[in-house]
Nanobody
Framework: QVQLVESGGGLVQAGGSLRLSCAAS????????MAWFRQAPGKEREFVGG????????NYADSVKGRFTVSRDNAKNTVYLQMNSLKPEDTAVYYC??????????????????WGQGTQVTVSS
């Protein structure tokens, strides 16, 4: 069983920055591909970005490329989402997810095995 707990969400003005954290349980965290998704009100959940188990591969949605960065610290069992140049359209609940079976960072949510409870990010204009 893997438990994921997100933190770091909040209210920020447009152009500002936030860093989300996702703390994972489990002795084999370093072998999981990790990703961030988000869901805005009235919209489907969408892939934001992810990182492979050793951090050598990352993948991002076009909407966040150049603004968001996913990183991980396997010694701390934690994955991060650094969000810069935030826009009102980034407002959403952000979820971290773990894929236990692939070395690739995939964008389809159905391949992810475990999910956190989500953290709210609100960007004001």
């Amino acid at each position: 069983q893997v438990q994921l707990v997100e933190s770091g969400g909040g209210l920020v003005q447009a152009g500002g920055s936030l860093r989300l954290s996702c703390a994972a349980s489990g002795r084999t965290f370093s072998s999981y591909t990790m990703a961030w998704f988000r869901q805005a009100p009235g919209k489907e959940r969408e892939f934001v970005g992810g990182i492979s188990w050793r951090g050598f591969r990352t993948n991002y949605a076009d909407s966040v490329k150049g603004r968001f960065t996913v990183s991980r610290d396997n010694a701390k069992n934690t994955v991060y989402l650094q969000m810069n140049s935030l826009k009102p359209e980034d407002t959403a609940v952000y979820y971290c997810a773990a894929d236990l079976s692939s070395i690739w960072v995939r964008s389809q949510e159905e391949v992810y095995d475990y999910w956190g409870q989500g953290t709210q990010v609100t960007v004001s204009s």
